[in-house]
């Protein structure tokens, strides 16, 4: 039972503050691993494939919309967020999940 589990939620810690006020430094997510993501859902992405130069593993930001090949754009909740609007859509292989509630 354990390794299924893990297998469909994940614990991720949020770093850095481009989801507030939604979401603030050391808030804590479940995330549902590999559910198909909808317009207005926190995602939960792979930060390599997105923006190659970032320090950081993993991305949250809300859904804006899902394209017909089931890549993402992405929206932070904070205005001066980096975005779909710098780093282009998410491509699927690179989405781990979506949050699905706060701990």
């Known amino acids: 039972m354990t390794g299924w589990l893990r297998r469909r ?3 991720i810690v949020v ?9 603030r430094d050391g808030d804590r997510l479940v995330v549902r691993v590999g559910r198909p993501p909808a317009a207005g859902d926190l995602l939960v992405f792979r930060t390599r494939d997105v923006v190659p130069d970032s320090d950081l593993t993993w991305m949250v930001k809300r859904v804006h919309r899902v394209e017909p090949d089931g890549a993402v754009t992405v929206r932070g909740d904070n205005p001066h967020s980096q975005d779909s609007r710098h780093f282009g859509a998410v491509p699927r292989e690179a989405i781990l999940g979506v949050a699905r509630g706060r701990r």
């Open 9 to 11: 939620w994940r614990l």
């Open 15 to 23: 770093r850095g503050h481009s989801m507030t006020p939604t979401l």
